[in-house]
């Protein structure tokens, strides 16, 4: 019998297999290579920059204070997942077969994760998402997903919250057919009926119509004093134009990923559709609270404005972070082995600490710590779901984003 192995056949029978400690890490010295899927094109675009800075900034920090295991270098992957399904299984397949990456993150869309998901489960490596579809932790992950965001049937009662703290009694529903936001409608429904307010209209509509004016006429027949319009920007975009043009009156509702401003009024929407068609937009978002110290270094090591809304880049930023100290408490860069740490260093109890950098010397001390983290005092259940994220109220007024406070934020 023939015992000679090609290479080329030791290399493709290698990548079919799934994550194996020894093979993928041969030399103790070799760096942690960890992927990062960003959203840098398409709908989730106007975030990819940031979420890539943000882990950028995580490894550098960990890099600069000596790495993990003795000395290895945390080394990020970084690739376009272009909001799509399609390229995001193309990206992760090149991550998981070429690079051997021992964890993806920060995907944003849900169809990008539901797609990618199989596939590192079936390699048994780490990953960690900053979407919100509720199907991402359902069924048997092998505790190896991680959401680093509210999940999606969170996010409709904080957003029937603000209206109802509003006094407005009838509203109408323009909702987004997908499964992000079709998780959150059955939550906002109950509150508000809970609130004692009516949704006196429900209507969806598709992501890529050419015009959105016979929805908005149809939500608009039934009367409301306010609408909730959940979406993304580029739907939105279009929408609020058709509302301003239509003379329609009621509060309108947003998501902030839909409808922020920006600290300075410079976000893709407020350029889009101008200061008087925004103007009296409210929105709400997952956020850290902004007056956080933890947030408040983060944004600052971005180099950023006090006071920046970073949606999503600070919750990669406490991704990575997790990641390296997991790795670090459990001795190993094994993703079966590490992810089991997760729980224990971010639900404490233990001595609070917010960045890899701090964390690291307490747990190679054997010292217990409790991850709060820039995005928030990160809490995971059984599930990999983040407990408690709190929801920011903003209202757009002359072009900038005024906070009215916080509402809801239970995952």
Do not use: C
């Not at 703290?165 to 009926?193: C, R």
Request: no cysteine; aromatic share 8%; glycine share 10%.
């Amino acid at each position: 019998m023939n015992s000679v192995i090609s290479r080329r056949s030791l290399l493709a029978g290698i990548s079919a297999l799934p994550f194996v400690p020894h093979l993928a890490h041969a030399q103790a010295s070799e760096p942690i290579r960890i992927g990062v899927l960003a959203p840098l094109t398409g709908g989730g675009g106007p975030y990819g920059a940031d979420i890539v800075k943000a882990s950028k900034l995580a490894a550098d920090q960990i890099n600069a204070a000596g790495g993990v295991l003795g000395g290895r270098k945390i080394e990020l992957f970084v690739e376009d997942d272009e909001t799509s399904a399609t390229a995001a299984v193309k990206a992760a397949r090149k991550l998981l077969d070429i690079d051997r990456v021992v964890a993806i993150t920060a995907i944003w869309g849900s169809a990008p994760i539901l797609a990618v998901r199989p596939l590192t489960l079936e390699k048994n490596v780490v990953l960690t998402v900053l979407g919100s579809a509720d199907e991402v932790t359902e069924g048997d992950t092998k505790g190896l997903v991680w959401r680093f965001q509210a999940r999606a049937s969170s996010w409709g009662e904080p957003a029937a919250l603000a209206i109802l703290k509003g006094g407005y009694k009838k509203v109408g529903l323009l909702h987004l057919q997908n499964p992000f936001v079709a998780s959150m409608i059955p939550s906002f429904v109950a509150t508000i009926e809970k609130g004692g307010s009516k949704v006196v209209s429900d209507v969806e509509y598709k992501p890529d119509q050419p015009s959105y004016r016979a929805e908005i006429e149809k939500v608009y027949a039934a009367g409301p004093d306010a609408i909730f319009v959940p979406g993304y920007v580029n739907q939105f975009t279009s929408i609020a134009k058709e509302i301003y043009r239509g003379g329609y009156k009621g509060r309108v509702f947003s998501l902030t990923i839909a409808a922020a401003a920006g600290i300075d009024g410079s976000s893709t929407f407020v350029k889009n559709v101008g200061k008087e068609v925004a103007e009296g937009i409210e929105h709400v978002q997952p956020i850290s609270p902004l007056d956080r110290p933890e947030y408040k270094a983060f944004v600052r090591a971005m180099g950023a404005p006090d006071g920046t809304v970073f949606p999503f880049a600070a919750l990669q930023f406490d991704a990575i972070n997790v990641l390296a100290t997991a790795i670090e408490k459990s001795k190993s860069a094994n993703p079966v082995e590490f992810a089991k740490e997760i729980i224990p260093i971010t639900n404490g109890p233990g001595t609070k600490v917010s960045t890899a950098v701090d964390a690291l010397a307490l747990v190679r001390k054997g010292e217990a710590i409790d991850f709060t983290g820039a995005g928030q005092d990160l809490k995971f259940d059984q599930r990999g779901e983040l407990i408690g994220r709190p929801f920011l109220h903003q209202v757009i007024r002359d072009g900038k984003d005024v906070v009215l406070g916080t509402v809801g934020g239970a995952a």
